[in-house]
């Protein structure tokens, strides 16, 4: 993510936990269900 992006990895870290934060969650996996309702 941080190579396409252009960005270090340690600001990817900081905007997933940012995310898993404000979806109340601790995985990506998590997150991605929970952001999409959990559909596939």
């Known amino acids: 993510i941080a190579d396409k992006l252009v960005i270090t ?6 905007h997933l936990k940012a995310i898993f934060e404000k979806l109340d969650v601790h995985t ?9 309702g959990g559909k596939r």
């Open 28 to 36: 990506r996996s998590a997150a991605t269900a929970k952001a999409t």
């Open 9 to 14: 990895t340690n600001t990817v870290k900081r």
